[in-house]
């Protein structure tokens, strides 16, 4: 295969043909390094890459492979890891002055699994900074001149840009589902607790969550499988059978879902884009879809999410503030301070609230199906100075529910999310109804 026809491989793609012996993980990782050195300079995707240590992983899948050793799912696929995730053969810096230099004793659980099912792990992405608001040095592969989103910035990127086929990312608010919108990628943010977090810098822990770049919702599905289980060492870690994520998205539907339009309470900020491009999905859905409104919920619910986020970050950083607080920046003090101010009955109140948010999604979503809603206001901004407005995400965020976006709009040249929302701990279906509207719509456009 050429190096175009490899950098086009998704990952579930890659992994099958890497088993069949139709190609080596050695010959996909070195023309995924080729891409980096070309389009690095421009895109910034990577904190950390060791070419010697990607090339020595490949060769070891491809000697097991040969050996008849057998494979793993992901087995020579290579992966980018956001650098806020352990990794024991590399440096986690987080994004961070503080930690420059930082080297982890051992892998994070994820990590730990991606290697089990025989991953090469490719380098580290840029984040930024502790995984919050402050830009890193990413940009839109897209468009240079336009913000990749945040905090996954980096993984977002190194995807879209042909770098890698797949990518951690972690998201606190927005932070996969939205730099996923923006660079054009699938992205998924599962059930929050399916993937555990030990070895993953923790900011606010009642919302951290892992979640997965692609270039197809079955390579959503196909990591995810390989990423969940139970860590008791992560208190929100689910106890509970591990559902088949990849058999259930890949099946097809006996009947065609139905969906709920949600504009949610960011809908009168969104750009007159987005109002156009929904306009003509939810035309095309047609009596597949109905519009359902509970903006006081979603206002409410988003408030809650960002008050959570700061009181848990402003406890999870105080030691590196007190430790040197000159080396973080405004942004990020100032957030930690108006979470030091919150009274704690305001916190416990939120969190609180959080059930009785869930029950009226889920009657939404068992009364009338799966809800879809854009993914970010509107393509990515132009500059570097912000990652853009989290708004349509921190509501389902804070819920704990799964979430996903799929490229399938575009404004301008720039690609638009259409994120879709399923009920907890029903990750499979919503990649399954994912996996049939992005097909869909596919059909439609070639017609």
């Avoid at 806020?84 to 994070?108: F, S, V, W, Y």
């Avoid at 984040?127 to 905090?151: I, V, W, Y």
Wanted: hydrophobic share 40%; charged share 20%.
């Amino acid at each position: 295969m050429s190096d175009s026809d490899l950098l086009a491989l998704s990952a579930t793609e890659a992994a099958a043909r890497i088993a069949r012996g139709e190609t080596t993980s050695e010959a996909l990782v070195r023309a995924c390094l080729d891409r980096i050195a070309e389009a690095e300079p421009g895109v910034q995707a990577w904190a950390f890459l060791d070419r010697e240590r990607a090339l020595e992983q490949a060769r070891g899948a491809d000697e097991q492979r040969r050996e008849g050793k057998g494979v793993g799912p992901l087995h020579g696929v290579p992966i980018g890891i956001k650098d806020i995730i352990d990794t024991a053969d590399m440096p986690t810096e987080n994004g961070c002055k503080l930690h420059r230099g930082r080297q982890p004793a051992a892998d994070a659980t994820c990590v730990t699994a991606l290697r089990r099912a025989g991953a090469v792990i490719m380098g580290k992405t840029v984040t930024t900074e502790l995984a919050a608001f402050s830009p890193g040095k990413t940009h839109n592969p897209r468009n240079l001149e336009h913000t990749p989103g945040g905090s996954s910035s980096g993984s977002a990127a190194a995807v879209a840009a042909g770098m890698v086929p797949a990518a951690l990312g972690t998201q606190t608010v927005g932070s996969v589902i939205r730099p996923s919108a923006f660079c054009g990628v699938y992205g998924f943010k599962p059930t929050f607790g399916l993937i555990p977090r030990p070895g993953v810098l923790t900011q606010a822990h009642s919302l951290d969550t892992v979640g997965i770049m692609g270039r197809c919702v079955e390579d959503l599905a196909l990591v995810a499988d390989v990423l969940q289980g139970h860590d008791e060492r992560d208190r929100a870690s689910l106890v509970s059978s591990r559902p088949q994520l990849f058999a259930t998205a890949t099946e097809d539907w006996p009947l065609a879902p139905i969906f709920t339009f949600v504009k949610s309470h960011a809908w009168k900020d969104a750009d007159p884009a987005t109002h156009e491009a929904f306009g003509e999905l939810v035309e095309h859905l047609g009596d597949r879809v109905e519009e359902i409104s509970f903006d006081s919920s979603t206002e409410r619910g988003y408030a809650a999410n960002r008050l959570v986020q700061k009181v848990e970050m402003a406890v999870h950083f105080a030691p590196l503030l007190a430790q040197a607080p000159e080396l973080l920046s405004d942004s990020l003090k100032q957030q930690m301070e108006e979470g030091r101010r919150t009274a704690g009955v305001d916190y416990i109140a939120a969190l609180q609230a959080r059930e009785e948010l869930y029950a009226n999604v889920e009657n939404v979503l068992r009364a009338h199906g799966t809800i879809i809603t854009p993914a970010a206001l509107g393509p990515a901004p132009k500059g570097l100075a912000s990652t853009g407005n989290p708004v349509f995400c921190g509501f389902w965020t804070f819920l704990g529910v799964p979430a996903v976006t799929l490229p399938l709009l575009e404004v301008d040249g720039l690609p638009m999310g259409v994120q879709l929302i399923g009920a907890r701990r029903d990750d499979g279906r919503l990649l399954r109804t994912a996996r049939w509207l992005a097909k869909n719509l596919e059909a439609a456009a070639a017609q």
